[in-house]
């Protein structure tokens, strides 16, 4: 094999890939910043946020994940030079991103009495429904947000959605600080005030992306004369057919990750924070893995515009490398550090939770060795996963994600955790299953895939 030839490509995935980092590690900046203020205000305060975040996770990954199919139609009329399919695919795509994310809202809300079934606190249920009534409604905002968000991810301007999530930070911290803690004119809102910082942010992320798109030049021709006479029942159907598929593949993955939470709180109290820790810095790692699978998205589709299938396997092995390469670092860093790291999330100075806090870095400590392997699983699988997009092949990596996550991975982390003495490592070693079966099988879907597109290019010629 010729790694030049993969590593040429190295400069622009990275250039492409580096916007799209930043901004989903502002994503998760933003629920870093609720949990640090509201901590201050007591456990039963971030017990709620935590407890109504959960709800709003689970919605996020299907709006998010339903909205991926407007990049790689998009991508592939880019490289076609269709400005009318672009437009079509904007258009139709930001207005059910739109009808979306009202959905996503009322179904939030009327999911509340979820909380009573899961056994919560009552004290901490009485804080979270009006908080998540708040936070539900940021939805609306944060998908039609996304909409615009995957139209320009799709003509590789990745840079605009980061300067959106940079700007929403910094009012996000402002307005949470003003309305938390009833600074200057502002009453004290407690929580209440963090779900109003989060709306408030999130709006101005949505009109902040509208007008910086529609002030660039180049874009300007699919931002003049919207009526609902462009939305066409032939790109609704595409768009949904892609992007139904997608958001049940991030929600098979994302509801695993919530399963493993609640069988780590079922071990006790020290085996959720452990996995809280170690869930919190493969997070953050897994980010570069998700700026480069929609890099892969992107530049697959062009390929796939343009039907050069020979040089699209090339960009995409190129990517699935470097994501290998960036997730082996990682990997060797969670190995190196793996006993440092937790204790920077706990304070060891606190005599009456020492004993707690040093089971803690004990699990949390076995867990990074596990999320050393894992990650690199998880890295491949959505880069690999990426590249379908792509090539809008979404319907078999669907089955295969319930598959790996649900029939493989999930099995093994609930006999491994309920029935040996592997407790928390055994979650996580369920996890690990679940990622390589999935990084395993979607490589092969795509092996076979572009094979199969090369020889029937061919013939054609």
Not at 46 to 73: E, Q, W, Y
Not at 127 to 147: D, E, H, R, T
Not at 377 to 385: E, H, K, R, T, Y
Request: overall charge positive; some cysteine; hydrophobic content about 55%.
């Amino acid at each position: 094999m010729n790694l030049s030839l993969y590593t040429k490509e190295f400069c622009y995935n990275m250039q492409l890939a580096y916007p799209v980092i930043l901004g989903m590690v502002g994503h998760t900046l933003i629920g870093i910043v609720d949990n640090i203020m509201v901590g201050k205000l007591g456990s039963t305060e971030l017990a709620a946020v935590s407890l109504g975040n959960s709800l709003i996770f689970v919605a996020m990954s299907i709006g998010i994940g339903f909205s991926t199919a407007i990049t790689p139609i998009v991508g592939e009329a880019d490289a076609e030079k269709n400005v009318g399919k672009i437009r079509s695919a904007f258009h139709n795509g930001l207005f059910l991103c739109t009808i979306l994310g009202l959905l996503l809202f009322g179904l939030v809300v009327l999911a509340k009495p979820i909380m009573e079934v899961l056994q919560q606190p009552k004290e901490v249920i009485v804080l979270a429904k009006p908080y998540l009534n708040w936070v539900a409604f940021s939805l609306v905002p944060l998908i039609m947000y996304q909409g615009y968000k995957q139209f320009a991810d799709g003509l590789s301007l990745t840079k605009y959605s980061m300067y959106a999530i940079v700007m929403a930070n910094v009012i996000h911290v402002i307005i949470n600080y003003w309305l938390i803690y009833g600074i200057w004119i502002f009453p004290k809102m407690g929580i209440i005030g963090a779900a109003l910082g989060t709306v408030i942010s999130r709006i101005a992320m949505l009109v902040f992306m509208h007008i910086i798109l529609s002030k660039q030049d180049q874009l300007k021709a699919y931002f003049s004369g919207f009526s609902f006479d462009e939305i066409k029942k032939e790109t609704i159907k595409k768009i949904v057919s892609i992007g139904l598929p997608s958001a049940m593949q991030m929600l098979f993955e994302v509801v695993l990750f919530t399963a493993a939470i609640w069988l780590c709180g079922n071990i006790g109290k020290t085996s959720q924070a452990a996995n809280q820790i170690a869930l919190s810095l493969a997070s953050m790692t897994f980010m570069f893995a998700m700026g480069l699978s929609v890099v892969s998205m992107i530049r697959v589709s062009n390929q796939k515009g343009i039907q050069d299938y020979k040089n699209l396997v090339v960009v995409a092995r190129s990517i699935f490398l470097l994501a290998i390469l960036i997730e082996i670092v990682f990997a060797i860093l969670f190995v190196a550090f793996h006993q440092i790291l937790p204790p920077l999330f706990l304070d060891m100075h606190n005599e009456i939770q020492l004993v707690d806090n040093r089971e803690v870095v004990t699990i949390a400590a076995k867990l990074l060795l596990v999320a050393a392997v894992f990650q690199i699983s998880d890295g491949i699988q959505v880069v690999v996963l990426g590249a379908l997009r792509g090539l809008q092949d979404v319907k078999i990596p669907m089955y295969i994600t319930f598959v790996a996550y649900w029939l493989i991975g999930f099995p093994i982390s609930y006999y491994l955790c309920e029935y040996t003495e592997l407790k928390a490592v055994g979650v996580w070693i369920g996890l690990l299953a679940g990622l390589s079966a999935a990084a395993l099988f979607l490589y092969i879907r795509f092996h076979l895939l572009t094979k199969r597109l090369i020889l029937e290019n061919k013939k054609n010629k």
